[in-house]
């Protein structure tokens, strides 16, 4: 639970100062670690007597722990599946701090938590500030491995309006009768400075938001503003200023007021000082009779909110139809000049729905609306053109860098659209027809080029063709009908296609040189300013005129679209996917192998699809001939059960694969090559090559076996990694090319 804080006693005034001073999300100044003791300093003595008055400290820690004891108690019964539940209180100024609570849920033991704002409006400065520094301890390894979601703003929740619009009403009731329909509401939420207000923070909106929903619940039965409090120092603050607005409502002749503290969820100094002991008291000198709304504190109702609140962000992850955060939390302010904030982002994204493992190609989402599955690239460390021969076992190494494949049904029957958005023209739309006899027909019938210019979007035709989509979309199809056919479930097929599907296919930066996007922006060639490009960057040009890295993009992309349209389809289920070994996930990798062979006109070793579906491993080849009579039948093939038995998972499928992973402390890191070399043909010329002249081939392989222990080494290696307890954390340059969600991941890639 997540909030400002405030000193519990009078004698630790200095210390919650000198924090808020020193928070540069809230307050930025210059040399702020010399000015912000000094300002600390300087402030104590004043700020001292007013929590002295109002009884020696803020009673904010005991009311949150109240309402978080309250809440999971009713959460328990609302959501059983995740009990028993426990809250923790991170303050951001007083005790306990987020470094503290940090350490106590790493004691603990914890491995899932929701970070539960208690501004019920989102800021930047507030909340924004609360989750910049849960993000700072969670990269340090300060919480352990936990697996997050955000509760980030909930300003016009039912329960919540409904609470605050019953302590309005019971302050309407201590006027007269008579009287009660000409008091003014005065909705009071603490203000901001003009600069976080003009760079687009949201606050502004949400506070109106929230008021306009309680006047609703209200019936709009008296007429009310929103003012603003707390402002601090000469600059411009949001107003008009509550104190003003007293003054203003007297010299006006209402002598009537309630003020509602719209923005606090408990009573705290902004309340008990300055709206009981300031405000108030200013009213009552020049002839108003006012009152106050109390505070949510133990309210039943707010506190009912909480855990419904609660509730209902567990139902939607679990069910997967929200991220691990709101939509809107995902979207910076337009004028952010924090790199924080968007770090911190994309950390709290991808905790419930990316999980980092060996394993390779993972499911990231699977929910009514949309399919999201990843894969990743790979570096072949030792083998070369060795390993098209079954005789030798090359060295693999699967990268952080993964391709994205992201469905949703797109309301046109029968049709599929592909859309790659970080090139130029790459939209195909193809139509599938499934007739009654099983066969499948996929045929492209459009291509668009879509341009941006800063003035206007141009979208014309192409003449635009991608043979690993239409193979992967074609081959995946057929051996669905096959598959589902065997099981009686032949018509489940068209009923998947009755809503047509829109595909998005999008990969990490990594596989792109980003040279002539460096040179763009005007930074040095590092890591670091690799990892300030925005994910997903589009490159502007064609997609046959990329300049590739050489990490196995057409494999990544192959695999995750192969095993996204197989679980969207229902061929295999996500519990079975999830398993490494699993027949399910066997059947992903032999279709992905056999689409990306065709795709490429020839049988490869096959090293990069196996990466990219079961990670970093020792890999010997299958045989070529597996697949001989199905690269010779090619576009013949519209399902009449001649996929289904080759690539069914079974020991004709005769790879071998050692799972490995590499020691503790060791980080590879590939060169941004700016030129590539295009595979398919060089494997072709070194088979060629072989064929034409296979003694010089034979004698030109005899000398370069691997070292008979090689094998034992690296396994060696392997269990030396997994035994370590020194666990190494993906780098935050991983997590920020990660996308945030199945919903963020869509906003990077819907259609014009």
């Excluded at 969207?568 to 066997?586: C, H, N, W, Y």
């Excluded at 279709?591 to 579906?613: E, I």
Aim: proline fraction near 5%; charge should be positive; hydrophobic fraction near 40%.
């Amino acid at each position: 639970m997540l909030n400002m804080g405030g000193p519990s006693t009078v004698p630790e005034t200095h210390d919650f100062l000198k924090n808020l001073f020193m928070d540069g999300d809230l307050i930025p100044l210059p040399f702020q670690r010399v000015l912000a003791p000094f300002i600390a300093k300087r402030r104590t003595p004043q700020i001292e007597k007013q929590y002295a008055a109002i009884g020696g400290g803020s009673p904010i820690l005991r009311y949150t722990e109240y309402q978080g004891a309250g809440m999971c108690t009713l959460l328990d019964e609302l959501h059983p599946e995740t009990a028993p539940h426990k809250p923790y209180v991170a303050f951001r100024y007083a005790n306990p701090l987020t470094q503290e609570t940090a350490r106590r849920m790493k004691a603990d033991g914890v491995k899932r938590a929701v970070a539960f704002t208690q501004y019920p409006q989102y800021s930047c400065s507030t909340t924004g500030s609360s989750l910049n520094e849960l993000f700072r301890r969670g990269r340090a390894g300060e919480m352990g491995d936990v697996e997050w979601s955000v509760i980030d703003r909930w300003g016009t929740h039912s329960g919540f309006v409904e609470a605050m619009a019953q302590n309005t009403e019971a302050a309407l009731q201590k006027f007269q009768p008579s009287d009660r329909s000409d008091v003014v509401l005065l909705f009071t939420a603490h203000s901001l400075p003009m600069s976080v207000v003009n760079r687009g923070d949201p606050y502004v909106l949400e506070v109106s938001a929230s008021v306009n929903a309680v006047m609703d619940r209200l019936g709009h039965s008296n007429p009310y503003r929103l003012v603003w409090q707390s402002q601090v120092g000469p600059s411009a603050w949001m107003g008009m200023q509550t104190g003003e607005a007293v003054k203003g409502l007297a010299r006006l002749g209402k002598k009537k007021a309630i003020l509602i503290p719209i923005a606090f969820t408990s009573d705290h100094i902004e309340t008990l000082y300055e709206l009981d002991l300031e405000y108030m008291k200013e009213g009552r000198e020049l002839g108003m009779e006012m009152q106050r709304a109390e505070s949510m504190n133990e309210s039943p109702v707010f506190i009912r909110a909480l855990a419904d609140i609660a509730a209902q962000h567990l139902r939607d992850c679990t069910a997967g139809r929200s991220g691990p955060m709101s939509v809107q939390m995902g979207l910076r302010c337009p004028g952010c000049k924090n790199a924080t904030c968007g770090q911190q982002k994309h950390w709290f994204a991808p905790t419930v729905l990316l999980r980092r493992h060996e394993s390779g190609v993972m499911l990231l989402s699977l929910m009514s609306s949309t399919t999201v599955v990843s894969a990743p690239g790979k570096v072949l460390i030792a083998g070369g053109y060795l390993i098209l021969d079954q005789k030798f076992t090359g060295l693999v190494i699967s990268a952080s860098s993964r391709f994205y494949a992201v469905i949703r049904d797109c309301e046109q029957s029968g049709q599929i659209i592909v859309r790659s958005p970080q090139f130029v023209g790459a939209e195909w739309t193809y139509s599938v027809t499934i007739h009654d006899d099983g066969k499948v027909d996929v045929n492209q019938v459009s291509a668009r080029c879509v341009f941006v210019c800063a003035y206007f979007i141009e979208v014309t035709p192409v003449d635009s063709k991608n043979k690993f989509v239409y193979y992967a979309l074609k081959y995946t199809l057929i051996l669905a009908s096959e598959r589902l056919s065997s099981v009686g479930s032949a018509r489940s097929l068209r009923d998947s296609l009755q809503n047509g599907f829109d595909i998005a296919a999008v990969g990490d930066n990594d596989f792109y040189s980003q040279q002539a996007k460096l040179q763009e922006l005007k930074l040095p060639s590092t890591v670091a300013s690799l990892a300030s490009i925005t994910p997903f960057c589009p490159q502007d040009v064609q997609l046959d005129n990329v300049s590739k890295t050489g990490m196995g993009s057409s494999a990544a992309l192959i695999t995750s679209v192969v095993s996204a349209l197989l679980l969207r389809l229902g061929v295999i289920t996500r519990e079975e996917f999830s398993q490494p070994d699993s027949d399910a996930r066997k059947l992903a990798h032999n279709t992905a192998q056999f689409v990306h062979c065709f795709a490429q006109g020839k049988v490869g070793s096959g090293f990069d699809v196996s990466a990219a579906v079961f990670g970093s491993q020792l890999y010997t080849r299958f045989s070529p001939a597996l697949l001989d009579d199905l690269m010779k039948g090619g576009d013949s093939v519209s399902g009449t059960s001649s996929l289904s038995p080759v690539l069914s998972p079974g020991d004709h499928w005769n790879y071998r694969t050692v799972a490995i992973q590499l020691p503790p402390l060791v980080k590879l890191m590939l060169a941004d090559v700016s030129a590539g070399s295009n595979t398919p043909s060089l494997v072709s010329r070194v088979l060629k090559w072989r064929r034409e002249k296979a003694n010089e081939g034979t004698r030109a392989r005899a000398p370069l076996p691997l070292h008979d222990d090689t094998d034992n080494r690296i396994s060696q290696l392997t269990r030396c990694g997994q035994r370590s307890t020194h666990r190494i954390k993906p780098s935050p340059r991983i997590f920020d090319a990660f996308p945030t969600c199945a919903n963020n991941i869509w906003s990077c890639t819907r259609p014009l």
